[in-house]
């Protein structure tokens, strides 16, 4: 497995921007994802990326204001968050698994970071 670790997380206004991190340490040549969950509702996938970052994944929610990005030089993965909406509003977690690109089957799991986004 790989052992995550995400930070970046915070409290800003509607409208603004937050960069997560996740640093990873383990097993090489894996996809990583972030997913998040809002209080009441199960978790659900936000994006994904491939070993060589060429390939990514969105969902239609963040499509356009979220960008997924890696650095294998640093072992790090970095989710770049503009225009947040209230709804945005969940902890935000950090996913890593063997093998292609993928929107769910990850096994491996940050401690997850919370963001906020106030009206």
């Known amino acids: 497995q790989v052992h995550l670790v995400e930070s970046g997380g915070g409290l800003v206004q509607a409208g603004g921007s937050l960069r997560l991190s996740c640093a990873a340490s383990?097993?090489?040549?894996?996809?990583m994802g972030w997913f998040r969950q809002a209080p009441g509702k199960e978790r659900e996938f936000v994006a994904a990326?491939?070993?060589?970052?060429?390939?990514?994944y969105y969902a239609d929610s963040v499509r356009g204001r979220f960008t997924i990005s890696r650095d294998n030089a640093k072992n790090t993965a970095h989710l770049q968050m503009n225009s947040l909406k209230p709804e945005d509003t969940a902890v935000y977690y950090c996913?890593?698994?063997?093998?292609?690109?993928?929107?769910?089957?990850?096994?491996?799991w940050g401690q997850g970071t919370q963001v906020t986004v106030s009206s």
């Open positions: 990326i491939n070993w060589g970052g060429a390939l990514t």
């Open positions: 383990g097993r090489t040549f894996y996809a």
């Open positions: 996913a890593a698994r063997t093998g292609p690109i993928s929107r769910d089957e990850y096994d491996s």
